[in-house]
């Protein structure tokens, strides 16, 4: 009898403890490449005691696995806020954002008011900013100086040599370049067919130039270091990262305008470690942090006073980039409605079907 | 007793490859073709027809991506048999022992790297800076650079690498089991190189030869990495545009009705090969 009892105990502690232990979650953080660099999670795991599993992915793929998992698998993803309330509406993927868990004073204000607008549906807020940044134009100064602007990646000058990705923001960079207007007809589906139909005849009268459709970060790197390419449409830390081993390799905010996006905070439905999740989020908007992020990623974030501990290098690129007017002209993405993106997908597969 | 013992035996020794059938291809299969009869009206609205089938035959830019698939396909299982036929008959028929085993794993090693790397070596080789072009330069064949990458040839040589290896197998197989002294008789009876190869070489080989031309076909239709990688701009593969309604689309339903598509039509390409070549799926498979 005694002994059952002590076992009994025993087992009780043994169940005591292993509560306590549960307190740390494993965080499954689903994000894009250099978002979450090996210090900061060392330095999460120190401070918290949660452990964070992190998976590399883009926009697409982000919204694929959760649909496929109807919300589950991860604890908190960060797609671009343009893409948070049409995929929401469409597949239900997203869990509301408890504000009260957040930090705000760690934010930068207009950012986070224009995204919690963006990505609210009904009262709900679904998405935080946390890194933002553009695309644009890297462009080989030396060799095809002449590129300022989307169209100019057509011109015969640079003939075999140009790259670019057969995605939504390649539509929208010619649509601009074109003198149209792609987000004013966002919500006008005949307006936006007839802007798509336009940008479709310039793509396909433009494929002859084109080298490769480039695929990952890595990829258009490379054509472009080795000078294979000499002009791409690209993002800005693809750039800047280019500059530092090659000064004439640079970005360049195209005279249409570069296109802004900001990469958010979303909680996937059937998440399980809120809390972790949480304080992952008010961990890495800490000025500090951020600047280590924006050190790893390139690109600068939403957290207040981040910028003021970043490398004089990389800003000195940035101001490079983009003189005021250049700031001024940044064509945020607005929330893209829902079934918008079948529309263009039908647009690039026949881009890159034509010959 | 014992033979309802034999039978429960038979039973738990089935039961492996019974679930396996049902819970990795039967259910998910049910599942897909669920999706791809589900038609898209509205944000989450769906009706159940065969819209998605009528996409693929209505937009001409599909079809032609299958066909084109199908004919690449076709074209380098071909190139696959001529390259890796001669490789065959010589480990299988002018090798002995140490060196016939040398050989074959000669053709093995390649396969010891992912597919993903093959391809990339692939890509080093071919491409504007890479080692082909450096070489015929420094040679004095070309004057300046030229891309040997992201056309139609490049896919055809990933192909043929890439499924070798199971060309030659069945190949060196059927044609171990070819007896010499027939060889030698029909030498005796006045035939030549030509002959005896038609006669009886490639009669003899023919199970091999479909079974070997079956799966380098199939493998080539499902390819993936090798066409987008090595095809750049034009690859335009029929898997590509799967994955990309799939994943960058998010139009599950089209990608679906593209599976099954791929599925049936690859199988009427194999079974009207298997006619052509009057050879039974137990004659070249079951073997």
């Known amino acids: ?355 | 007793m014992t033979q309802a013992q034999s039978r429960l035996g038979l039973y738990l020794l089935m039961t492996p490859l019974m679930l396996w059938l049902l819970l990795l291809i039967i259910v998910p299969h049910i599942g897909m073709f669920l999706v791809s009869i589900s038609v898209k009206t509205g944000v989450r609205q769906y009706v159940t027809g065969l819209g998605n089938y009528m996409v693929f035959f209505t937009e001409p830019l599909y079809w032609n991506t299958f066909a084109r698939t199908a004919f690449m396909s076709i074209a380098a299982t071909f190139l696959t048999l001529v390259v890796g036929f001669p490789v065959a008959y010589y480990i299988a028929k002018l090798t002995r022992g140490r060196t016939k085993t040398t050989l074959f794993l000669m053709c093995l090693i390649p396969f010891w790297v992912s597919e993903l790397v093959r391809t990339f070596g692939w890509m080093i080789l071919l491409r504007e800076t890479g080692i082909f072009s450096s070489f015929l330069q420094y040679i004095g064949v070309l004057s300046g650079p030229v891309e040997f990458l992201y056309n139609d040839a490049a896919i055809m040589i990933g192909l043929v690498y890439t499924s070798m290896l199971f060309m030659v197998v069945p190949l060196v197989t059927t044609l171990d089991s070819l007896d010499d002294s027939y060889i030698e008789a029909a030498y005796d009876l006045g035939g030549n190189g030509i002959s005896i190869l038609r006669e009886i070489i490639i009669p003899h080989a023919m199970p091999g030869i479909v079974s070997g031309c079956i799966v380098v076909f199939m493998l080539s239709l499902g390819n993936y990495l090798t066409p987008i990688l090595l095809g750049g701009k034009d690859s335009l593969w029929f898997t590509g545009l799967i994955y990309s309604q799939f994943i960058t689309r998010f139009n599950w339903e089209l990608g679906s009705a593209f599976g099954f598509l791929l599925l049936g039509l690859s199988s009427a390409i194999v079974w009207a090969g298997l006619k052509l070549s009057r050879q039974s799926l137990t004659d070249t498979v079951g073997r």
């Open chain 1, 1 to 355: 009898m005694n002994k059952i009892l002590s076992s009994g105990i025993a087992l009780l502690a043994a169940g005591v403890l292993s509560a306590s232990a549960a307190q740390a979650e494993t965080l499954r953080l689903l994000t894009w490449g250099g978002y979450a660099p090996e210090n900061v999670v060392a330095l999460f795991e120190a401070e918290t005691g949660h452990t964070v599993e992190v998976t590399k992915s883009n926009n697409e793929e982000m919204v694929a696995k959760l649909r496929a998992t109807n919300g589950g698998g991860f604890d908190l993803a960060q797609p671009s806020q343009d893409r948070i309330a049409g995929a929401q509406a469409e597949f239900d993927i997203y869990k509301p954002i408890d504000l009260s868990k957040i930090d705000a004073s760690q934010f930068i204000p207009s950012m986070l008011e224009a995204t919690k607008g963006n990505t609210m549906i009904g009262s709900d807020v679904y998405g935080v900013p946390h890194v933002w940044g553009t695309s644009g134009l890297v462009v080989n100064t030396a060799k095809a100086g002449q590129v300022k602007d989307y169209l100019d990646l057509c011109d015969a000058s640079v003939a075999g040599k140009v790259s670019y990705r057969l995605k939504r923001p390649t539509l929208i960079g010619f649509a601009f370049s074109m003198g149209l207007d792609p987000f004013a007809a966002y919500n006008d589906e005949a307006a936006y067919k007839d802007i798509l139909s336009q940008v479709e005849a310039k793509l396909i009268e433009c494929k002859s130039n084109v080298k490769t459709y480039w695929g990952g970060g890595d990829e258009i790197k490379n054509l472009l270091r080795s000078g294979e390419v000499v002009a791409a449409m690209a993002w800005d830390t693809g750039g800047w990262s280019l500059n530092a081993d090659d000064a004439d390799i640079t970005f360049v905010a195209p005279t249409a305008g570069a296109l802004g996006w900001i990469d958010t905070f979303a909680m996937p439905k059937r998440g399980r470690a809120d809390e972790a999740a949480y304080a992952w989020i008010n961990f890495v908007m800490q000025p500090e942090i951020a600047a280590m992020i924006t050190t790893a990623a390139g690109n600068f974030t939403a957290s207040q006073g981040g910028d003021a501990g970043v490398d004089e290098a990389l800003k000195a690129r940035y101001q490079a980039s983009f003189p005021q007017a250049a700031i001024d002209n940044i064509k945020w993405y607005p929330t893209v409605p829902a079934n918008l993106e079948t529309l263009e997908g039908a647009v690039l597969d026949r881009v890159n079907a034509a010959k």
